[in-house]
């Protein structure tokens, strides 16, 4: 029951998405928590994806298990590790998920960008997400150009050979022309189904997010 969370883009929905499975999976009573292997970004001591995450969990993990890598730099993971003087190492990620998994029924893991973001020099996301060997849910930014960045990303996560467990259409653009047509046309084309449509809303809230999402189409494929 743990799934990775990744997105067309960054800035598409992906923590208020994960929060909300959280909420939905600790509703029909299960222990649940949220990791963010990599945060960058982070003005204290607690980027705010993460501090949503835990707000969102009810499981009491350590820091340093829910999000093993902090950087101050609002860039690219391995450039902000980079200018960190330090290298992601996709072992330390894996031993903290490791860590969660043993005391949660329900892991959700929330990824930095998109499904290729680079890691280090030599891994990006979709490698980790491979490694966990966990089903991804493809949060999809409703905006102008999403059509191209969603099938492409369910492309690659097929083309891992990852299961793609479902989607979720997060209207970013509140005035976005023809959203149910384009909502039909990504419909058409990725044979995951749609976990749910979360309206624009002006100050988001993962907990009326919740009630949105189908999770027993979830639990079903589990």
């Known amino acids: 029951m743990n799934y990775f969370v990744t997105g067309?883009?960054?800035?598409?929905?992906?923590?208020?998405?994960?929060?909300?499975?959280?909420?939905?999976?600790?509703?029909?009573?299960?222990?649940?928590?949220?990791?963010?292997?990599?945060?960058?970004?982070?003005?204290?001591?607690?980027?705010?994806?993460?501090?949503?995450?835990?707000?969102?969990?009810?499981?009491?993990?350590?820091?340093?298990?829910?999000?093993?890598?902090s950087f101050v730099r609002p860039v690219a993971p391995h450039l902000a590790a980079r200018f960190s003087g330090v290298r992601i190492s996709l072992d330390r990620i894996l031993e903290a998920y490791s860590e969660l998994n043993a005391q949660a029924d329900v892991v959700i893991v929330e990824g930095a960008g998109g499904f290729r973001v680079p890691l280090n020099d030599e891994q990006d996301s979709a490698d980790l997400v491979q490694q966990m060997n966990i089903p991804v849910v493809l949060v999809i930014g409703m905006r102008l150009g999403c059509l191209n960045h969603a099938l492409l990303t369910a492309e690659a996560i097929a083309a891992r050979g990852l299961t793609l467990a479902g989607w979720v259409a997060n209207v970013v653009d509140a005035d976005m022309a023809m959203l149910d047509e384009n909502i039909a046309a990504l419909k058409m084309r990725i044979?995951?189904?749609?976990?749910?449509?979360?309206?624009?809303?002006?100050?988001?809230d993962a907990r009326e997010v919740a009630a949105l999402l189908d999770i027993d189409t979830l639990e079903l494929g589990a």
């Open 8 to 69: 067309t883009d960054t800035g598409v929905g992906k923590t208020l998405v994960s929060c909300a499975l959280l909420h939905a999976f600790a509703a029909r009573e299960r222990r649940v928590v949220g990791m963010k292997p990599v945060a960058a970004g982070c003005d204290d001591d607690m980027h705010e994806d993460v501090r949503q995450l835990r707000a969102a969990s009810n499981v009491l993990a350590g820091l340093g298990q829910i999000n093993p890598y």
């Open 191 to 204: 044979t995951a189904p749609l976990l749910g449509i979360v309206p624009h809303q002006a100050q988001p």
